[in-house]
């Protein structure tokens, strides 16, 4: 048969094959009608498939004697085995990647998407469960290659992957789905919000991961989630800007400023990425604590009095987060408490209340006790004392030193707050006694210290030299 003739044979049987393959499903057996000349037919394309292949797919030739039995399978006995479908893909790459009419070359991605549609339907679960996820994103993977114009076909690929599997996604699913609908936006087939909102639903994937393996202890799979998150994050970073969230999110509240759920995305979305001092999240965040006075409303409630530096408010905001928790306790309530915490001990250093701080960052260190930030703040909190705890000068240096040791211990619990630690310990060793002031006190390096006034801990001696 003529190359031509034959390649133009494929697309048009083989599409028609895709456009009827729901009505075969109801065919009784795997192997269709004619069981014998199925396996025949299984067992012709499959060799001269085995000899195409070692050939890293490239030999025209061979391709003759693989088309006919294989489109044969697909079009009478398409149960007969899920190899059918990995097969054709390969096939139909093959004639899209050479051909040249660009009619045609449609045509067989056409069918390259359709192939992938009939291994979910006729072969949508694998060791006992649900399958149809992962062929999902693996054909939104395909498409990205060879018709990455088709935006709109490998997004909805990739949500259904998500939509299906969620929590349990495919690390490749969250990628490619992510990839999708920047790609959506930039093909102005989807507005910006979008991608905030999937970032959202996969950070929440994401950390879900993490949280499992961490508890399994499982190192490289947290590794790859790790990865994942950081992939994710740069790809969103362009549009995480707060000028970028806010001109998205604007319109939204101007078109609906008292829209309950849109108020909440808002908000939870300029908090998240500290865009706190926009007037829009002033105004949503009002909005919202006048429709739902809840927790979380509260603990935003909280923010904009700080930044309106009216800290007695925010303070008292903050007390009713923590009392509302106690009356309905729930996991993201709890975190939500540890944050509330940590908030009302920086609120506290505002009103120098300090031993009150340090008990409020306290409480948040034991809800996350590898968050290193309820440390750091204690060392503010010892710092700001200098001018309290001044019974003599080494009593007025020593605040300095508990301070150092809360930011050497922040950042060994916590390393991703390990450069701001590091500036803080560089700025207040400055104020170390010198050796020679020490001494004349009855105090050099290394001694032990008990650092007095509300602070009540032990230290160590150290001196600028």
């Avoid at 909005?287 to 009095?305: D, F, S």
């Amino acid at each position: 048969m003529n190359m031509n003739v034959l390649k133009n044979s494929i697309a048009i049987l083989c599409i028609g094959a895709m456009i009827s393959a729901s009505s075969l499903r109801a065919q009784v057996g795997k192997y269709g009608d004619d069981e014998m000349t199925c396996k025949t037919n299984i067992s012709l394309y499959t060799e001269s498939f085995k000899q195409w292949k070692a050939t890293d797919y490239q030999n025209a030739e061979m391709i003759q004697h693989i088309v006919a039995p294989w489109r044969y399978c697909i079009q009478n006995c398409p149960m007969s085995r899920e190899g059918l479908y990995l097969d054709g893909i390969a096939i139909m790459k093959y004639f899209a990647n050479v051909e040249k009419d660009a009619t045609l070359k449609e045509k067989y991605i056409d069918t390259i998407a359709m192939l992938f549609d009939m291994r979910a339907e006729y072969f949508p679960m694998s060791k006992g469960k649900s399958q149809i996820g992962n062929i999902m994103w693996r054909k939104a993977a395909e498409l990205f290659v060879v018709a990455p114009e088709r935006i709109e076909t490998i997004y909805e690929a990739a949500k259904k992957s998500i939509d299906i599997d969620e929590a349990d996604a495919n690390e490749n699913a969250v990628i490619y789905f992510f990839s999708a609908t920047i790609g959506m936006t930039a093909a102005n087939k989807a507005e910006k919000v979008l991608i905030v909102e999937n970032y959202d639903r996969l950070s929440v994937i994401i950390e879900g991961k993490i949280k499992k393996y961490l508890a399994a202890e499982d190192q490289k799979m947290l590794e790859k989630w790790y990865g994942i998150r950081t992939q994710i994050e740069q790809q969103f970073e362009p549009f995480a800007s707060c000028e970028d969230l806010i001109s998205i999110f604007q319109p939204k509240f101007d078109q609906n400023p008292n829209d309950l759920e849109t108020l909440k995305k808002i908000t939870s979305t300029l908090d998240k990425n500290k865009c706190t001092d926009s007037d829009l999240f002033l105004h949503a965040t009002q909005n919202l604590y006048k429709l739902e006075p809840t927790i979380e409303a509260a603990y935003l409630m909280a923010k904009i009095y700080i930044r309106n530096t009216e800290y007695e408010k925010a303070h008292q905001s903050l007390i009713d987060v923590i009392e509302m928790n106690n009356e309905n306790e729930s996991e993201d309530n709890l975190q939500l408490e540890a944050d509330a915490e940590l908030l009302l001990s920086q609120v506290c250093l505002h009103q120098n209340k300090l031993s009150s701080g340090r008990e409020h960052a306290r409480n948040s260190l034991k809800f996350r006790p590898n968050d290193g930030r309820p440390l750091m703040l204690i060392g503010d909190l010892y710092a700001a004392s200098s001018n309290v705890c001044d019974e003599d000068e080494i009593a007025k240096k020593a605040v300095f030193w508990a301070a150092v040791d809360k930011y050497s211990e922040a950042k060994r619990i916590d390393p991703s707050i390990a450069d701001e630690c590091d500036k803080k310990i560089s700025l207040y060793r400055q104020y170390f006694p010198t050796s020679e002031r020490a001494f004349f006190h009855d105090y050099t390096d290394g001694m032990s210290y008990r650092v007095g006034c509300w602070i009540n801990e032990n230290t160590t001696v150290r001196t600028i030299k």
